[in-house]
């Protein structure tokens, strides 16, 4: 499955941005989207994702952030509003592509934000 994302860049402390990640390409049904983000010398960690029908988000999120899909353009979106220094990391989409033999994990090449004043 090929991701493509867009969004991120840089905005000030407080401030909003919106990541889209869209399915270009995939041979299998895609489930589970959703975005994890890295900081330098931190692990990866969920930032929001669809699961099992519903939506997780990891604990720093507390209502900050929102994850939406369009399932007619098989893309998925993260708004982040009330953005913090400590936000600044490389988002990245995963998405699980699944046939009748398993699924398998599939990354975006990452998106970078950096919330700075």
């Known amino acids: 499955v090929q991701l493509v994302e867009t969004g991120g860049g840089r905005v000030q402390p407080g401030g909003s941005l919106r990541l889209s990640c869209k399915v270009a390409?995939?041979?299998?049904?895609?489930?589970?989207m959703g975005w994890y983000r890295q900081a330098p010398g931190k692990q990866r960690e969920l930032v929001g994702s669809?699961?099992?029908?519903?939506?997780i988000y990891g604990d720093f999120v507390k209502g900050r952030f929102t994850l939406s899909r369009d399932n007619a353009e098989n893309t998925v979106s993260l708004q982040m509003n009330s953005l913090k220094p400590e936000d600044t990391a490389v988002y990245y989409c995963?998405?699980?592509?699944?046939?009748?033999?398993?699924?398998?994990?599939?990354w975006g090449q990452g998106t970078q934000v950096t919330v700075s004043s």
């Open positions: 995963k998405a699980e592509e699944c046939s009748y033999a398993g699924c398998s994990l599939a």
């Open positions: 390409q995939s041979q299998f049904r895609v489930e589970d």
């Open positions: 669809f699961r099992s029908g519903g939506i």
